[in-house]
């Protein structure tokens, strides 16, 4: 195999891996923020869903999860999984992720001052108002560091999709060493990972930056 | 509380994961209607991406090996559409048994998994052996004693060495002998761990051998086996009809020299084939 | 009247904090509010801005209930969609500004009258810049709250409360967060307020201030008005003896 063949065919897997990538961070993100603000819910069984599925999320192995959510269906409801295995790892990506980003919301929001939320109330703003002008702006903020090194596991993590067979750029750079019996394709996919991160580093630098007009 | 939370996990995700797929349930079982396998049944080719030559990514990058072609060929053979699905070995199982593969047909050992599944004919033989650099000293497997072994994780090799059942050919009592047994991912980076001095031996098949030898100088097997196996593709065990007409199909393609044909692809195989011989 | 308070109670676990407290404020009053800490006057105020429920009493509004006590005993305040012009008569200045870190000085002052009221941008903008003129801080429109001092920050505070053209505004101890000499600019501003019969209660500590400026003065302590009255009969002819002593420490 040359190269470029080499290359080009982990190409592909690198889509792939950018695929879960973008499909992780769109879901788990608001996703996030939803089971974050439930955490707060006046009703007792909520919260407490909420905070036994974040610790399922962050107490157990990825790789363990993706399995579940793909074999799942079949082993509890006797279901086809044929076309299952991308929504499979992605609903896996998605919640854990989320799992994670609601935690950081959660700190986020408990460190803005209860003065904030009193100002915004003698002002008359609704509380959705109050949340999405006042409170939201500040945590993202806050919360910027935390949610870059998350991103930045996540440009690692997508390497677990092997698991179930993705094609990405992981299951490929194994794939290829094996039948080439080369360990160039892990040195293209660990040059890629690091690249990938390299981007999210810079770009995530900039949001924080674009945030740095206020103390 | 362990119990608890595992209860919660599945009951949480078993109750996401049926809204999420409520509308594919309906097809999960086709019409048993005696033409089940006819013309454009969906044949899917359950198999490893890391085993070459039998399954693997060839020069090219594009899915391929012997197993591939020869599915293909047997979907040809019966006017079936043929559909990859590649797998994580370890998982093997459970893709079989949630069928999103129809079989596993992966350079798969028969031998020690008899009643695990329903077996086809057997198509290729293999045979498991110890790898030594040419110059290490090492001759005969006596000469392992208080070396460092090498060998792939859920293998047959790995397997013989965990056997302690010697009328079916275990090694583990050889296994004890050794000053470790490394496990490895994969016989590539095993692979590398010889050359590189880390260990004294690897314990492979045949065949993964020669393929790992193919572009190298300077290794070698021992003459002694380390254990002898076959290959065959293994069907869940009520799947019958399906292991009759696969079969069937692999008799007429090698009276008809496809298989010997596709074996000519595969040179560091071919001699092991066993189809029409 | 502006607000009348009749009969309040308020307690924190068990806590009374406010004992069947009844006052009003007039419009173009003047009322300020001194006592111990733990007396109940922030409280007061609380309640009536609506940051705390009253457990019991009745709040009015320019001579409309927006909470009553019903035949059971439970306060009860007007539906939700009507709450909205109730906080609209009212304004609160906090003891520790509470300005949004986020947005800059002119914007701290126009979002609310934009987003919440409604107002035109053009309008919230000459409105904010005429407030900002009038504390002294018109050139501080574009900055940010981290870069004025406190006693500037208060004054932007002040600023953002007016914006909203409330019918009465409540201090809660506006100079206590202010190191000493920032404490000047922020009670002049409030003078002036007075001068221009704007109608304010104001919770503080500065005795002085107090006395100079407000028509009525109310002292309060454990949960209750233990006196209120004309200021310089209040200071300088306390009738309880609570008073007194509170005064006492005071002048030393």
């Known amino acids: ?215 | 509380m362990k119990k608890i939370l595992a209860l919660l996990l599945v009951l949480t995700m078993s109750i996401a994961v049926f809204t999420a797929c409520g509308g594919s349930s309906s097809d999960t079982e086709t019409s048993d209607g005696g033409d089940q396998y006819g013309e454009g049944y969906v044949f899917k080719h359950g198999f490893d991406l890391d085993y070459p030559p039998y399954s693997y990514r060839d020069d090219n990058g594009e899915v391929g090996g012997f197993d591939v072609e020869m599915a293909k060929a047997v979907c040809e053979y019966y006017g079936w559409e043929y559909e990859s699905v590649p797998f994580n070995w370890d998982a093997k199982d459970a893709e079989l048994n949630a069928g999103s593969c129809d079989c596993i047909w992966s350079g798969f050992t028969l031998n020690g998994r008899e009643d695990d599944y329903l077996w086809s004919k057997p198509y290729s033989d293999n045979t498991q052996k110890i790898m030594v650099k040419k110059d290490s000293g090492i001759k005969s497997l006596a000469d392992l004693e208080g070396k460092k072994v090498g060998v792939q994780t859920a293998t047959s090799a790995y397997d013989l060495l965990q056997n302690d059942n010697e009328e079916e050919g275990g090694q583990a009592a050889l296994a004890n002998k050794f000053e470790s047994l490394e496990v490895y991912e994969t016989y590539t980076i095993a692979f590398n761990d010889l050359k590189a001095g880390a260990i004294d031996a690897i314990a492979i098949d045949v065949t993964s051998g020669n393929f790992l030898m193919s572009n190298e100088d300077g290794y070698t097997f021992l003459d002694e086996d380390l254990g002898s196996e076959v290959y065959a593709i293994g069907f869940r065990k009520d799947d019958t009809e399906l292991c009759e007409k696969i079969n069937a199909a692999l008799d007429a393609l090698a009276e008809d020299g496809t298989v010997e044909k596709i074996a000519a692809n595969y040179p560091e195989i071919k001699d092991y084939i066993t189809l029409g011989k | 009247m502006i607000i009348e308070m009749n009969n309040i109670e308020k307690h924190f676990e068990g806590l009374e904090v406010l004992k069947d407290i009844s006052f009003g404020v007039d419009s173009g009053e003047v009322v300020s509010i001194i006592g111990p800490s733990g007396s109940g006057k922030s409280t007061l105020l609380r309640c009536a801005t609506f940051l705390e429920k009253i457990d019991g009493g009745e709040i009015i509004y320019m001579g409309q209930k927006a909470a009553h006590t019903d035949e059971q005993g439970n306060a009860v305040y007007v539906p939700h969609h009507e709450m909205g012009k109730f906080r609209g008569y009212c304004g609160l200045v906090f003891q520790q500004f509470n300005l949004f870190p986020h947005y800059s000085i002119l914007k701290n002052i126009t979002d609310a009258p934009i987003h919440v009221q409604g107002r035109s941008r053009d309008e919230a903008e000459a409105t904010a810049m005429e407030l900002l003129g009038k504390m002294g801080i018109a050139d501080k429109a574009d900055a940010y709250p981290y870069q004025l001092s406190g006693g500037q920050q208060q004054r932007v505070a002040i600023a953002r409360a007016l914006a909203m053209k409330p019918e009465i505004l409540f201090f809660d101890e506006p100079t206590s967060a202010l190191d000493p000499e920032l404490t000047g600019e922020v009670l002049k501003v409030i003078r002036q307020l007075a001068e221009e019969k704007m109608t304010m209660v104001v919770v503080t500590h500065e005795m002085p201030f107090a006395k100079a400026v407000s028509n009525r003065v109310l002292f309060m302590d454990g949960g209750v008005i233990v006196e209120q009255g004309d200021p310089r009969e209040v200071f300088e002819n306390p009738k309880e003896e609570r008073t007194r002593q509170f005064l006492r420490v005071f002048e030393q």
């Open chain 1, 1 to 215: 195999m040359t190269f470029s063949t080499m290359l080009s065919t982990m190409a592909d897997g690198m889509l792939k891996t950018g695929a879960i990538f973008f499909l992780t961070l769109i879901g788990s993100l608001p996703l996030g923020m939803i089971v974050a603000l439930l955490r707060k819910s006046r009703f007792t069984l909520v919260r407490g869903i909420i905070s036994v599925y974040i610790s399922i999320m962050r107490g157990t192995p990825l790789m363990l999860q993706l399995l579940v959510w793909y074999f799942g269906p079949y082993y509890l409801f006797g279901m086809n999984i044929g076309n299952w295995r991308f929504p499979a790892l992605i609903v896996g990506f998605v919640l854990n992720y989320a799992a994670y980003f609601a935690e950081i919301y959660r700190g986020g929001i408990e460190s803005i001052p209860v003065g904030q939320y009193e100002a915004a109330e003698v002002l008359g703003y609704t509380k959705t108002q109050t949340f999405m002008r006042i409170i939201l702006p500040q945590v993202m903020k806050i919360i910027m560091p935390s949610i870059t090194n998350e991103v930045i596991t996540l440009v690692k993590d997508t390497s677990l999709a092997f698991t179930l067979a993705y094609q990405e750029v992981f299951s490929l750079a194994k794939q290829i060493s094996a039948s080439q019996t080369s360990f160039m394709p892990f040195v293209i996919a660990g040059v890629f990972y690091f690249v990938a991160n390299y981007v999210v580093e810079i770009a995530m630098n900039r949001i924080e930056k674009s945030m740095d007009y206020y103390k």
